[in-house]
Structure formats: C-alpha cells, structure tokens
C-alpha cells in the first residue's frame, strides 16, 4: 500500500469527521479508521465522497499509508479507549513517529502517555480542540502540548485548519506534556462559568421582569454588538428567538432545566483545589449544573419551602444596565480566576505558558470566543509577568465603573428571591481580594485554639509560627502545619 497519507485520524463520529474535511479542504490527504469499519465506508459514501479522504479498515493500515513521520490523531472518547489505542499503536510505529490525542482527556493522564509514548521512541501530543462540529469543519481553536520536537511536524496541518482572527491562527504550541490539555481544561471551566452568568441573566429577565423572549432577543442580541460581545450572547440570542415547530410557542420553555456535564469543569475545580487557587465562579457554575440535575426535588421544595416573590420592580432599563454590568463585571473575575490557576499550574508543572498566546488563541473558533479576549491578549502582551488580570489597568477601571450596577443586581435579585451564585461569588472574590485583612486570623485562632495548628503574627516575618496555650491546660506541643 503507497504511503500517501498526510496524516491519519482515528475515530470518526462527528468531530473526527468534521476535522478531516476541514484537512481535506486545506489540501492535505487524510488517512480515515474507525473501529467499526462500516463508518468508513459510509463516511467515503456520504460526507467524504469526491474527496481525497482514504479510508482504511485496520490500524495497520492506517500505518501503512501514512508518510513518515506517522501522524496519527485519536478523535475517540478520552480514558481507557485512549491508552488501548495507544498500545495498539506503539509496536506497529517507529522511531520519531507521533500519537495525537484531539479528546477531552485529563491533563495528569496526557502527563502518563507522553512519558510512555517518548520511553518506546516516539512523540505524543495532547491537543485540546474548541469549537464543537462548526469548529471542526470550519475553524477550531487548537491547543496542542506534548512533546515539543512534534510541533513541527504537525503545525503545518493545525496552523492551516485553524481558525484565523487577523490573520492569525487560534493555534500554537502551549507547552510540555499535559499543558495543552490543562489549557483546555480552563477553557472549559471558564466556558462553564459564562453559561451560568447568561443563564442568571436569562432568570432575572424571565422571572424577575416578566420579559417575553421577543424582549429578550432584543437585549442580547444589543448586548452582542457591545462590550459582551460573544459566541455565547450571540447564540443565546438566536435561543431566544426560536420557537417549537410542534406549537410555536418558545422552544426554551420547551426544554428540560436540568443541566449535563461532561467533566471539565470539575476536573477545574479540582485543580483549583489541589493548587491553592480560588477559581470560585467556576465552582458555583458547576454546583448550579448539580442542582438543576435535582429536578424532582427541586418540584417538591417548590410545593414545601417559601421565599419571596421573583419579581423585581423598578425602571427596567435601568435595571438592564444593571444587569448587563454585572454579567460583563462577572466575567472578568471569571477570566481572572482561570489566568491565575494557569499561572499556578505553569510553576507547579514546569510549564512556560504564554498567557497572551493563550488568549489570542481563544479570539477565535472556540466557544468562549469573544472580543473581550483581545483585551486580555493586550493586557497579558504589555506586562507578561502580570498575575492578576484585576492590576491591570484597563480590567480595574472596568470593574469598578461595573461595580455599582453589579452589587445593585445581586441585591434586587436576593430580595427578589431568585438565586446568583456566579454573580455573588464572583463579588465576593472581588471583595476578598481587595480587603487588606480578613477574618481569616479568627479562623487561625480557633485552628490553634482546638488542635494547636499554630498561627502567624502581623509583627513578625513570614514563616515564623506561634502556638497559644488558651486554656492553660493545652501545653506547648503544637500540631504540624501544611499548605494547601
């Protein structure tokens, strides 16, 4: 079999499909396998027809018509599938060949395989791909990490099928082993967060000011041509607008409110948690997901527990304004939250992030596109030691102009009785973050108090720790310390 193939993927539901397509369009002759062969020949008979597409029936063929060095890109589903593919492939590849895996996996598991796959002689990357099936036919954002002597060999193919945002490809390299995956990690846990601040603003308009969805068409898709700006207010307001074809009525009343999730915006959280970082919007938008999945229960509190009436009286278009500050006031915190666990993770797992590379990648192609990114690119280019995107300038005059309105939301929307978990703890990160002392010394008086865990002082250095006898019967021996 002639070795022609420019690159071969593995797997072809909808994603894998739309991919090669989009490496077909781009000149490039694409290899196609899928365990079940009959996917092949349905996908050279349908979508891939006329094409240059190959398809083959076996991963040793596969191999076989792959032009050296082998690129073989794995579009399965992540875990298991992944590492049995893997080792499928290694003995039938050579020296210098490279694995590719385009899922969803967890960062520590693209860690295990690039050391593996690099220990047989070979090269892996673990690439996050946004977008979902437009972005794969048309344009992604793609965030590939792994070994870096691969990159080469496979910018040519990503660079070219990528989305572009002046000229520019929403694709480079990202870093050493699971960087690329953990950058996609954080995409998908901000891609949680700003569902859920959307989804708070589509409840105060709906319950609150009783709009209709014609209303509410209008003030997202207003809200889409300023400062919000988005794939996710655009197609929001697209939502707003569609009817069921059964009745003509709002297809979104239609529409069950209980919440799926497919792990990464957990898997953020953890993160967040294990690296000492307080991504605390994103953990609200994933608790908000868990409780919407509690539906039966959530029918019968309704019937159990009261509160207030959801309704919000005032000027509306004052409150509007209100709401549109807090959402744009969120998600800056949001943004800043994620920056900083990938600031983290980049010390903590010897990665060399370019946090503005990061952004422009985002610009474009995936589902958090939006042209808030290129403030973030600027900000990021003109100081790249910044650790905080809330020291900018530009993001501290913006939140504090937002300020006003942000608080006046969360609190029309307590009384009102109708929850903001993202908006309220991304105001309360603000609050913390700006407060020069907490309440934390209490915390450390009573840790010290009923399990001598020790505590610091405001008139000594840093590091140095002091235990209190407060009962008099407590002794000197203090409990050892540890850091989160």
Request: aromatic letters at 8%; proline letters at 4%.
């Amino acid at each position: 079999m002639e070795s022609s193939a420019d690159i071969g993927v593995v797997g072809l539901a909808v994603m894998g499909r739309n991919l090669i397509m989009n490496m077909n369009d781009h000149g490039f002759v694409v290899a196609a396998y899928n365990r079940t062969t009959e996917r092949v020949d349905e996908f050279l008979e349908g979508d891939a027809a006329g094409s240059d597409v190959v398809g083959v029936h076996s991963l040793e063929d596969l191999v076989e018509v792959l032009k050296p060095p082998r690129r073989v890109m794995l579009m399965i589903k992540a875990g298991d599938p992944v590492d049995k593919t893997i080792d499928t492939l290694l003995p039938l590849l050579e020296s210098g060949d490279i694995i590719i895996d385009g899922g969803n996996s967890l960062f520590t598991d693209t860690m295990k395989r690039t050391a593996r796959v690099e220990a047989a002689g070979m090269r892996y990357i673990g690439t996050g791909v946004s977008g979902g099936e437009e972005g794969a036919r048309h344009g992604p954002s793609i965030m590939p990490g792994g070994t870096g002597s691969a990159w080469e060999h496979v910018r040519p193919i990503f660079q070219a099928i990528a989305a572009k945002v002046d000229d520019t490809p929403c694709c480079d390299w990202v870093g050493d082993d699971g960087a690329g995956h953990y950058v996609k990690m954080v995409h998908n846990g901000i891609e949680y967060g700003d569902m859920q601040v959307i989804g708070e603003a589509y409840d105060i308009m709906r319950r609150g000011l009783g709009m209709s969805y014609d209303e509410m068409h209008e003030v997202f898709a207003r809200w889409n041509r300023g400062k919000l700006d988005s794939y996710l207010i655009e197609i929001t307001a697209d939502i707003m607008a569609t009817s069921d074809d059964a009745g003509g009525d709002p297809l979104l009343e239609k529409i069950l409110d209980a919440a799926g999730q497919k792990g990464t915006g957990k898997w953020t959280v953890i993160s967040s948690m294990e690296l000492g970082q307080p991504v605390t919007l994103v953990g609200e938008a994933v608790y908000a997901r868990i409780v919407s999945s509690l539906k039966d229960q959530r029918v019968t509190a309704a019937r159990v527990l009261s509160g207030p009436s959801p309704v919000i009286d005032g000027d509306r278009d004052q409150i509007l304004d209100d709401l549109e500050d807090a959402l744009y006031a969120s998600k800056i915190v949001s943004y800043a939250q994620g920056f900083m666990l990938m600031d983290e993770a980049a010390d903590v797992y010897n990665w060399n992030l370019d946090f503005a590379g990061i952004a422009s990648m985002w610009r474009g192609g995936c589902i958090i596109r939006s042209r808030f990114l290129s403030d973030i690119m600027e900000a990021y280019a003109s100081t790249p030691e910044l650790r905080q995107l809330l020291l900018n300038d530009f993001f501290a005059a913006e939140v504090t102009a937002a300020q006003p309105g942000w608080r006046r939301t969360i609190g029309r929307a307590v009384a009102a009785g109708i929850p903001t978990p993202a908006y309220s703890s991304a105001l309360a990160f603000f609050d913390a973050y700006r407060t020069e002392r907490l309440p934390a010394s209490l915390i450390q008086a009573q840790r010290d108090y009923f399990g001598a865990h020790t505590y610091e002082r405001v008139d000594r250095e840093r590091g140095e720790f002091f235990h209190t006898n407060w009962t008099g019967t407590g002794g000197d021996v203090s409990s050892s310390s540890y850091e989160v």
